[in-house]
């Protein structure tokens, strides 16, 4: 694993505007350092607001560090951007997780 992190790492340096490198370390992340998973994650709800795959894990993310507010947050934001830029797939599968989200809790 630590191999895999030290390559997205060359990669985020190499490009850290590019949202992919962004959000494939943030993955990495989830699996051994969720501070660092949700600073990127952060970075890529400020800095790449259209870049969609960053919604539903983010929004996992802080459902799981029991920040239920910034779940909701980032579920809304996360459907705005998906029905304004029209991906109706996108829309449904981050619906589903949010009410699933709402009604259990």
Known sequence: MADRIQQ????YNDDPQDPFNIYALAL????SDLTKAKALFDELLQNHQNYIPTYYHAAKLYQELNEREKAIAVYEKGLEVMKRMQDNKAWRELN?????FIFED
């Open 8 to 11: 997205l790492i060359a990669f």
């Open 28 to 31: 990495e992340y989830l699996k």
């Open 96 to 100: 589903s997780a949010y009410q699933e």
